[in-house]
């Protein structure tokens, strides 16, 4: 156990630093072309890439899910013939998703925004979704194999990373969101093709298809209830978007897309986690070891919310003087931050439950869980976004998150006997205590920039302080230094080669 546990810690270590580069790039984007385009333009912007990134959910159908379950397990050529299943799935799927929203582009213009300049901007968004779709599912063959380094390097660093250039040069020079759109396909395309080249020479998986007739069926029994249960839980936690821009118009989405961004950041503890923990419980399900599975799951759990918390607070206290950075304008997002928040804590505070569903073969209950919310919330969000406004829609999907991560907590217990909680975990939520307390009294000291930065810096200190006060379990210390000793010596390393050369 104790070597899964530091798998996923260091896989989690390398996602979580390559997930705060990412959303720093997300946000400069967000700064920059706000900036330079105006929240108009800008608003139609976020409106198309949101509505490419619900499609892409469907971009490899499954294929990246049935992977994690099913590579670790396999022998090479099966390996081969799963890859060559999953690229052609990737392949057809992710080209008519791309060609329905390029013909569709007038249609969703006329019943969304209602801009001349949106269709031609969502056509330049659907030739980006087969090279997104073709990376994601190279991430899902890395994590598969539990290689966090290289899919965090691919994922986390340089599609940002290029992708900012390519955004912030092409609005520099052409002042035109068309063309920042059309530049990032490039780049991203660029990217998808050199990590799919580089997991072949990495592992020799080659994928074919000769002979994938006998693992069809296998695979797209797990495929098929994914890609199904994504339009599920897409409609659960971004059918808000497509509402916002319907009802509320672009500016709206300006304000809503900020405060999604920002909120992003209190989820990466969680999909740090995420990323190798999925393909650890595959295999100790696979091999009945459901107590080894359970204290996987409680560990990481635990560490989770330690993270979590102090990335929270200082958003969810200090949400009007962080949105203020962005605009006066943006500020009316205040209330939709603070629900986001909310409702994000509870889903990291459940841990891995969604995975751990599917990775135990209760792929299916996951499909009904999604369509289920994604029904309550469709209603709630369109009800209230009608009624209330921006705050409306928050409050659904941050509702409907929620409430489902709890339902699904409550399946594990019943199915699996998998219970994340113990004692142990009232050490954070202490800490948490005392780190609110802080917060709030800086806030009366201090405002606008000072307090972001001045009260962020007291509240960290206050919480690592309570934190050890309050007792960090003896394996997390030991866990904490067998990886600062692992980085110590890959950074002496590294520093050694430099000199050599």
Same mark, same amino acid.
């Given at each position: 156990?104790?070597?899964?546990?530091?798998?996923?810690?260091?896989?989690?270590?390398?996602?979580?630093?390559?997930?705060?580069?990412?959303?720093?790039?997300?946000?400069?984007?967000?700064?920059?072309?706000?900036?330079?385009?105006?929240?108009?333009?800008?608003?139609?912007?976020?409106?198309?890439?949101?509505?490419?990134?619900?499609?892409?959910?469907?971009?490899?159908?499954?294929?990246?899910?049935?992977?994690?379950?099913?590579?670790?397990?396999?022998?090479?050529?099966?390996?081969?013939?799963?890859?060559?299943?999953?690229?052609?799935?990737?392949?057809?799927?992710?080209?008519?998703?791309?060609?329905?929203?390029?013909?569709?582009?007038?249609?969703?213009?006329?019943?969304?925004?209602?801009?001349?300049?949106?269709?031609?901007?969502?056509?330049?968004?659907?030739?980006?979704?087969?090279?997104?779709?073709?990376?994601?599912?190279?991430?899902?063959?890395?994590?598969?194999?539990?290689?966090?380094?290289?899919?965090?390097?691919?994922?986390?660093?340089?599609?940002?990373?290029?992708?900012?250039?390519?955004?912030?040069?092409?609005?520099?020079?052409?002042?035109?969101?068309?063309?920042?759109?059309?530049?990032?396909?490039?780049?991203?395309?660029?990217?998808?093709?050199?990590?799919?080249?580089?997991?072949?020479?990495?592992?020799?998986?080659?994928?074919?298809?000769?002979?994938?007739?006998?693992?069809?069926?296998?695979?797209?029994?797990?495929?098929?209830?994914?890609?199904?249960?994504? *339009?599920?839980? #897409?409609?659960? +936690?971004?059918?808000? /978007?497509?509402? !916002? $821009? %319907? @009802?509320?118009?672009?500016? &709206?989405?300006?304000?809503?897309?900020?405060?999604?961004?920002?909120?992003?950041?209190?989820?990466?503890?969680?999909?740090?986690?995420?990323?190798?923990?999925?393909?650890?419980?595959?295999?100790?399900?696979?091999?009945?070891?459901?107590?080894?599975?359970?204290?996987?799951?409680?560990?990481?759990?635990?560490?989770?919310?330690?993270?979590?918390?102090?990335?929270?607070?200082?958003?969810?206290?200090?949400?009007?003087?962080?949105?203020?950075?962005?605009?006066?304008?943006?500020?009316?997002?205040?209330?939709?931050?603070?629900?986001?928040?909310?409702?994000?804590?509870?889903?990291?505070?459940?841990?891995?439950?969604?995975?751990?569903?599917?990775?135990?073969?209760?792929?299916?209950?996951?499909?009904?869980?999604?369509?289920?919310?994604? *029904?309550?919330? #469709?209603?709630? +969000?369109?009800?209230? /976004?009608?009624? !209330? $406004? %921006? @705050?409306?829609?928050?409050? &659904?999907?941050?509702?409907?998150?929620?409430?489902?991560?709890?339902?699904?907590?409550?399946?594990?217990?019943?199915?699996?006997?998998?219970?994340?909680?113990?004692?142990?975990?009232?050490?954070?939520?202490?800490?948490?205590?005392?780190?609110?307390?802080?917060?709030?009294?800086?806030?009366?000291?201090?405002?606008?920039?000072?307090?972001?930065?001045?009260?962020?810096?007291?509240?960290?200190?206050?919480?690592?302080?309570?934190?050890?006060?309050?007792?960090?379990?003896?394996?997390?210390?030991?866990?904490?230094?067998?990886?600062?000793?692992?980085?110590?010596?890959?950074?002496?390393?590294?520093?050694?080669?430099?000199?050599?050369?």
């Amino acid at each position: 156990m104790t070597e899964d546990v530091e798998s996923a810690a260091h896989g989690a270590v390398l996602t979580f630093c390559g997930m705060l580069f990412a959303q720093g790039c997300a946000a400069l984007v967000a700064y920059v072309l706000a900036d330079e385009l105006g929240v108009v333009l800008y608003g139609l912007f976020e409106f198309g890439r949101r509505l490419v990134g619900m499609a892409l959910a469907f971009g490899t159908f499954g294929s990246g899910n049935a992977l994690v379950r099913y590579l670790p397990s396999s022998d090479q050529e099966r390996r081969r013939r799963l890859l060559g299943l999953a690229t052609a799935t990737t392949a057809v799927a992710s080209v008519a998703i791309g060609a329905a929203l390029f013909v569709g582009a007038d249609l969703l213009n006329r019943h969304t925004v209602q801009h001349p300049q949106f269709p031609a901007l969502l056509r330049a968004f659907a030739l980006l979704l087969p090279a997104r779709s073709v990376l994601a599912l190279v991430a899902g063959a890395f994590r598969a194999l539990e290689d966090a380094g290289t899919q965090a390097l691919l994922t986390r660093v340089v599609r940002p990373a290029v992708e900012l250039l390519a955004f912030a040069g092409a609005v520099w020079l052409w002042h035109d969101p068309l063309a920042v759109v059309l530049a990032g396909a490039v780049a991203t395309a660029a990217v998808a093709l050199g990590g799919a080249g580089l997991f072949v020479r990495r592992t020799a998986i080659a994928p074919t298809l000769a002979g994938a007739g006998v693992d069809a069926r296998a695979f797209l029994a797990h495929a098929v209830p994914e890609a199904l249960s994504r *339009v599920g839980h #897409l409609f659960q +936690s971004r059918i808000d /978007v497509v509402l !916002v $821009g %319907l @009802v509320l118009g672009s500016t &709206a989405v300006s304000a809503y897309s900020v405060a999604l961004t920002l909120v992003f950041v209190v989820g990466i503890p969680l999909f740090a986690f995420n990323q190798l923990l999925p393909a650890i419980a595959a295999r100790h399900h696979a091999d009945g070891a459901t107590d080894r599975l359970n204290a996987v799951y409680r560990r990481c759990t635990r560490l989770t919310l330690t993270l979590t918390i102090p990335l929270a607070l200082p958003m969810a206290l200090y949400r009007t003087e962080l949105l203020a950075l962005f605009g006066p304008e943006f500020t009316r997002g205040s209330t939709v931050l603070l629900a986001f928040v909310c409702g994000r804590l509870v889903g990291n505070a459940v841990g891995a439950t969604g995975w751990l569903l599917s990775m135990t073969d209760h792929q299916y209950l996951q499909l009904a869980n999604d369509w289920a919310v994604a *029904v309550v919330n #469709l209603v709630g +969000s369109y009800l209230l /976004v009608t009624h !209330v $406004g %921006l @705050v409306g829609a928050a409050l &659904a999907t941050a509702g409907s998150v929620a409430v489902s991560n709890l339902v699904r907590l409550a399946q594990l217990y019943w199915l699996e006997d998998v219970w994340p909680y113990d004692r142990t975990f009232t050490a954070p939520l202490l800490a948490g205590t005392a780190m609110a307390l802080a917060l709030l009294g800086t806030s009366r000291l201090l405002s606008g920039t000072a307090l972001l930065v001045g009260g962020t810096t007291l509240g960290l200190l206050v919480y690592a302080r309570s934190l050890s006060l309050a007792g960090v379990p003896r394996q997390d210390r030991r866990l904490a230094r067998r990886l600062a000793g692992r980085y110590r010596t890959r950074v002496a390393a590294i520093l050694a080669r430099a000199r050599r050369s």
